[in-house]
């Protein structure tokens, strides 16, 4: 049993996205048309009622640099004219469109429509490129954020309510939208379809990330996590995504019952906070590994997974309406994920058991990466967690410095074992 179990998601998924890739180029020849959506807001759950093949540029680019291709893709958009200084997902992206959809993974068709939400600026400026390569529409959504920090307000709140209500107007504007492109009429029983397998993963979803509660955690939140997001984006109100994450928590929890962890020999339980070096990816984590460190937690699994990580169960009696509250909720979690992280991260410490928390801040994502340092700052004056403060890149491994990185996570580790050794 445990030889068939141990290992499943990490595979299953690394299949689902072969798999994923191999229908977009036949949704292609077969003339099916793509909507480029991005993690935090995809509105998957509308646009898979309508049959379009969801296309996720960040997901894309991401594994330009888990294939160490990254370089050659960004070369391209700076030889084409973009700075350096620009979020990397945006140029390997434009590399992938000069080469006319041509990905390590497969081929990426052009888009039809693209819809974004505010929840990053640069979704808005990169999205402006592709309707200029297309002459595509775009859909953009105003996600109302949080204005002041724990100041969210929920259901049977005013504020909440008027909230609610300009999201349901921007999602009957996007339906209109979507029946032009595609010629299709809305139908609100596939979209009930669809929320309901988008139910099961995001509680499944949440019962993983529990799961890692326990010691020895089970999964390693920034490697077996990264997956885990894939899927999570990619097969969002679908059957497929559904059970996968039904699988995963049978398979997780077997690993909690059974006393195994992510590494052989968990000595320290660590939150990261940040997107990941993919340039690096395994050697980074290794990094953290040789000292006996277990990445417990993400915020990237929060905000990457566009709020999914809360678990909104829609209210399919009213799928319209529940479709808006639940966006709005989760798109504002997945904010807060990246500007009130302190506040989520000192939530945390104790249930979580966490003896560090790890800050990687990355020169091409200034939306995650500004105002770092500072929230660092302020998690200190919740808690006296030590943390870890390191920079390279997700995407640029011109400026992955892996020996500056070994330098720093190694003191780290000794000013852990030093704590540890005294009793604090
Ligand atoms: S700036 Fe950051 S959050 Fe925005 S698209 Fe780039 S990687 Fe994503």
């Known amino acids: 049993m445990s030889e068939s179990l141990i290992g499943r998601g990490v595979s299953n998924g690394g299949r689902l996205f072969r798999e994923w890739f191999a229908e977009l180029e036949r949704g292609a020849a077969n003339g099916g ?5 991005f993690v935090m807001g995809s509105l998957g759950e509308l646009l898979r009622t309508f049959d379009f093949h969801l296309v996720f540029p960040e997901i894309n680019s991401l594994q330009t640099a888990v294939r160490h291709v990254a370089h050659e893709y960004l070369n391209e958009a700076e030889d084409y004219g973009y ?3 620009i979020c990397g997902y945006v140029k390997a992206d434009i590399a992938v469109q000069l080469r006319k959809g041509q990905h390590p993974m497969g081929h990426v068709p052009p888009p039809a429509l693209a819809v974004l939400t505010n929840a990053c600026n640069t979704y808005i400026k990169w999205a402006e490129i592709w309707e200029r390569m297309y002459q595509v529409p775009l859909f953009v959504l105003d996600v109302p954020g949080t204005r002041t920090a724990g100041g969210q307000t929920w259901p049977g709140h005013d504020d909440f309510a008027r909230d609610r209500a300009y999201v349901v107007q921007q ?4 339906i209109t939208l979507c029946e032009r492109v595609t010629g299709r009429r809305f139908d609100v029983d596939r979209l009930r379809e669809r929320l309901a397998h988008a139910n099961a993963m995001g509680q499944d979803f949440k019962r993983v990330l529990d799961l890692n509660r326990r010691t020895p955690a089970p999964f390693n939140a920034v490697t077996d996590g990264t997956i885990f997001l894939g899927v999570a984006n990619g097969f969002r109100g679908t059957p497929e995504g559904a059970a996968y994450f039904r699988d995963l928590v049978e398979e997780m929890t077997f690993k909690v019952e059974h006393g195994m962890g992510t590494i052989r020999e968990e000595k320290y ?8 070096c993919y340039p690096i990816f395994r050697r980074f984590n290794e990094m953290f590994v040789e000292w006996g460190g277990a990445f417990v937690s993400s915020t990237y699994l929060w905000f990457a997974s566009g709020g999914t990580d809360l678990a909104w169960q829609y209210d399919l009696a009213q799928p319209l309406e529940s479709l808006a509250e639940g966006t709005l909720v989760s798109v504002r979690h997945a904010m807060d994920a990246m500007f009130y992280q302190d506040r989520i991260i000192a939530g945390m410490i104790e249930p979580y058991a966490i003896d560090g928390v790890v800050y990687h801040s990355i020169k091409s994502c200034r939306t995650v990466s500004t105002g770092l340092a500072d929230s660092r700052r302020a998690l200190a004056g919740l808690s006296d967690v030590p943390s870890l403060f390191i920079e390279s890149d997700m995407m640029d491994r011109r400026v992955v410095s892996e020996a500056q990185l070994k330098n720093r996570i190694d003191a780290f580790f000794e000013g852990l074992a030093t704590r540890r050794a005294r009793g604090d």
């Open 33 to 37: 048309q793509a909507a480029y959506v």
């Open 83 to 85: 700075s350096p200084d």
């Open 171 to 174: 999602i009957r504007e996007l």
């Open 269 to 276: 339980r660590l939150v990261f906070v940040g997107v990941p």
